[in-house]
């Protein structure tokens, strides 16, 4: 065992002695240690409850014969970071996070490994831990936030978090008093999980399951749901026998489950934060993995799912649809069915039973939403490295869309002309330096789509940007624009006025200027001054790549 490393032999009678001051026996000594990987932290909503999902796991383990120890990462709510330099340090703990658990593992020599987590950039971070490290693991998420429900003057009506960003814009525009938002913000999150949509969280915690590397219902069975900690207590029990059988995580994230992991992804219309961080794992397992690959699952693969943001289900209602081994079985033609899982079995005996509850959660592919998948990767001379789109949450209408571009330096300046109601319907807003590297950290744009969708001008004026977009962003919002104008891609070079085209059917997403334009307009500019002179963004800023590679480390 790893573990022997810190206990076995006459020169580890010093480690043994730590050990039993940790209250270990001897017996215990002799048996597997099991790191559990925590994200416990009472500043996320999604979080706060997974001290009692390690107790459940801890008492698998040690059912299963092994010794558990909880160690800690930490986590960040992108809500409560949103709109200001708080977001700035979002993306860049994914890398901390994958850091730390390795630092801690590798330390303390344990044999295998429970990870514990919930929201956005820790399910990522986790998961690139896991296949750098490739130590046996299994993961078990901390579960979706229920509906609020909200008995407003147009009746009663669930709602969400993304509910109150966008009822902001509505307050702006006269449409809702400064009363109904109190009485929305009181019950909008009524309490402990990943916020209720199909948001970056859930999408992560979904593509869990079609990875293969967390057991069935670990995406969609709601934090509060009893399930959820006997599923909890099962992956305890389930890592010891993924130790035993030595199935270690890059025997199960490879090609063949990132693919089903795109198609499922595909299906259900998830975040387009899933395009940065799965292909992050595929870089921490050693897999090859081209953005280009991802159209070609999006021209297979039809949208089987409208959840929030682009229709008006939850993920508490995919669970109880059939959750995702159902919408696995509705692609199961799509998939590779022969690819592994902790379950121990194969990706096509683990959904073989699995069914449709809920046609109207979980269409069918002869009655989709859409021909085709929910994300899509656009290409042009205004991305030659790429840009992503959730296009299932885009209005028919601005599928294809041309529109003089209003272009601004910074999240702020953008959201300022927004509420000032200066935004002429037919505009394509740009929002540059705010990519990777420029922002630094890649904030996500969630005020600004949020704005303009409680607005009603979601379905008349476009976004794009080199940073970001929350998974709860709806409308024409296109992120990840690589190469990023801290970079000198061409989206540096964009002036007021300049007619954009958008055609996400075809994938792509020109400016109307010539190569020449372009070139000289960028040779003109001035050197980038980074925003951030000090501390771990300066740090981050300077090692971080494109988002087209999934804004990892450069080696």
């Known amino acids: 065992m790893k573990s022997d490393a810190v206990k076995k032999g006459i020169e580890r009678a010093p480690h043994r002695s730590l050990l039993r001051a940790l ?30 999902i390690a107790e459940a796991v801890k008492a698998g383990i040690k059912s299963g014969g092994g010794v558990p120890f909880e160690v800690n990462t930490i986590a960040v709510c992108d809500g409560i970071a949103m709109n200001h330099p708080g977001m700035k340090y979002s993306l860049p703990s994914r890398e901390l996070i994958a850091d730390s658990v390795e630092v801690v593992v590798e330390a303390h020599a344990f044999d295998a490994l429970v990870f514990i987590p919930n929201c956005d950039k820790i399910v990522p971070g986790m998961l690139m831990a896991a296949a750098r490290l490739n130590l046996p693991a299994i993961f078990i998420s901390g579960g979706p936030m229920l509906a609020g429900s909200w008995a407003s003057r147009n009746g009663v009506k669930r709602v969400d978090l993304i509910s109150v960003f966008e009822a902001v814009g509505t307050v702006a525009r006269g449409q809702m008093t400064e009363v109904e938002l109190e009485q929305l913000e009181e019950i909008a999150c009524p309490g402990c ?6 948001f970056t969280a859930n999408t992560m915690n979904c593509l869990i399951e079609a990875l293969g590397i967390g057991l069935p219902g670990n995406g969609t069975i709601p934090a509060i749901d009893a399930r959820r900690y006997q599923l909890a207590n099962k992956a305890g029990q389930q890592v010891m026998k993924v130790l035993s059988a030595d199935i270690r995580p890059r025997d199960i994230i490879n090609r063949d489950s990132l693919h089903n992991a795109f198609t499922v992804d595909m299906a259900l219309g ?20 081209l953005l280009s690959l991802i159209n070609e699952i999006s021209e297979r693969t039809a949208t089987l799912c ?19 081994p159902a919408v696995m079985k509705e692609l199961q033609e799509l998939l590779n069915l022969e690819a592994r899982t902790v379950s121990g079995k194969a ?3 683990l ?9 109207d959660v979980i269409h069918s592919i002869e009655n989709a939403y859409s021909a085709t998948g929910g994300i899509a990767i ?15 949450a885009v209005a028919p209408e601005m599928l294809v869309h041309q529109g003089p571009a209003r272009v601004f330096d910074s999240e702020e300046e953008a959201a300022t002309a927004i509420m000032s109601d200066s935004i002429k319907s037919g505009e394509v807003i740009v929002i540059r330096y ?46 990840h624009v690589s190469p990023e104008a801290a970079s000198r891609g061409p989206i540096a070079a964009l002036r007021d006025g300049d007619i954009i085209n958008i055609d996400m059917p075809n994938y792509k997403l020109e400016v109307e200027l010539t190569d020449k334009e372009i070139s000289e307009r960028l040779a003109r500019l001035g050197e980038f001054e980074p925003k951030i002179e000090t501390g771990y963004l300066r740090r981050y800023a300077e090692k971080v790549c494109s988002a087209s590679t999934g804004a990892v480390f450069s080696r």
Request: one cysteine or more; aromatic letters at 4%; glycine letters at 16%.
């Open 347 to 349: 990706v096509g005996e």
């Open 23 to 52: 209250g270990c026996t001897r017996a215990e000594i002799e048996k597997p240690f099991i790191g559990i990987i925590n994200s416990f932290s009472e500043i996320v909503p999604g979080h706060i409850h997974l001290r009692d």
């Open 306 to 324: 409208r959840l929030r943001p682009a229709g008006e289900h939850y993920v508490e209602d995919l669970d109880t649809a059939g959750g995702i």
């Open 378 to 392: 656009l290409f042009g001379n205004l991305a030659p490295d790429g840009a992503v789109v959730k296009r299932s």
């Open 193 to 198: 999980g990943s916020c209720a949509g199909m």
């Open 434 to 479: 705010e990519g990777p590297k420029g922002g630094p950290g890649m904030r996500e744009m969630l005020t600004p789509t949020s704005l303009l969708s409680g607005m009603g001008m979601d379905k008349e004026v476009a976004l794009i940007t080199d940073g970001r977009f929350s998974g709860g962003s709806r409308g024409a919002a296109i992120g």
């Open 351 to 359: 959904i073989a039973d699995s069914r449709v509850v809920n046609r």
């Open 270 to 289: 998830g975040s387009t934060n899933s395009v940065l961080h799965l292909i992050a794992i595929a870089h921490e397992a050693g897999v090859d993995f």
